[in-house]
């Protein structure tokens, strides 16, 4: 994979040779990792927030102010069944979506929560359209819906950490990386809803099997 100046013209004149240099770098990195080239490639520019951390999407006021950084990632479809992910200053995660038993090793870890969604997608799904207004799944920017996804499969099937840890978290990675400006104020709505949802399910009483539905058909002599 190969870059000109007119690709990343989005990167001020005094840094661009620097970024070409560190965009073909990458390139080259993932291709020595899998084998093959990156079809898709992602910026996320990074923000300094000065005041009003976790007001905004609450409706409050907050004050960012931008900064001269951001991350970058290489990404490709695989054909062979397996989520792998390489990251600076991490552990390789690779998760064969074949095998998606959840393991006791892996808890509370990065590749746990990828095996968890993958292992959890309809259910995950499920919410997310209906509770997304006016948005099919399809249509969502990917970075938005894998927030949604990640945090959605926390407040359904991790105990341990309280729905708004989960609300919050997935606001500030939207604000970081997410594609669209009024991406942390979507995914707050969203996983609202949710959550919503989710209380509403664990209040509802259980109800009891009708004329014996849960017993198992007499079979015939």
């Not at 390789?92 to 959890?120: F, P, W, Y």
Request: hydrophobic residues 40%; glycine residues 6%.
């Amino acid at each position: 994979m190969k870059f000109e100046r007119k690709d990343l013209s989005f990167y001020p004149e005094d840094v661009l040779e620097y970024q070409l240099n560190r965009y073909e770098r990458t390139a080259n990195d993932f291709k020595s990792a899998f084998s093959y080239e990156a079809q898709a490639v992602f910026s996320a520019p990074g923000r300094s927030e000065i005041c009003g951390n976790h007001t905004d999407h609450n409706l409050g006021k907050a004050v960012g102010a931008s900064v001269n950084l951001d991350i970058i990632a290489f990404a490709a479809k695989r054909d062979d069944g397996k989520i792998c992910i390489k990251a600076n200053g991490f552990d390789d995660i690779n998760v064969d979506i074949s095998d998606l038993e959840m393991r006791d090793d892996e808890k509370n870890n990065s590749t746990a929560l990828v095996r968890g969604v993958e292992a959890h997608r309809v259910a995950i799904d499920k919410h997310l359209a209906a509770t997304s207004e006016n948005w099919a799944l399809a249509r969502m920017p990917i970075v938005d819906r894998s927030i949604l996804r990640l945090a959605t499969y926390e407040m359904m099937y991790v105990d341990d950490v309280p729905t708004s840890v989960t609300i919050n978290e997935a606001v500030e990675l939207a604000k970081d990386f997410g594609g669209e400006d009024e991406s942390p104020r979507f995914v707050n709505g969203v996983l609202g809803r949710i959550a919503k949802i989710l209380d509403e399910e664990k209040a509802a009483p259980k109800s009891a099997p009708v004329n014996g539905a849960a017993e198992e058909t007499p079979k015939e002599a």
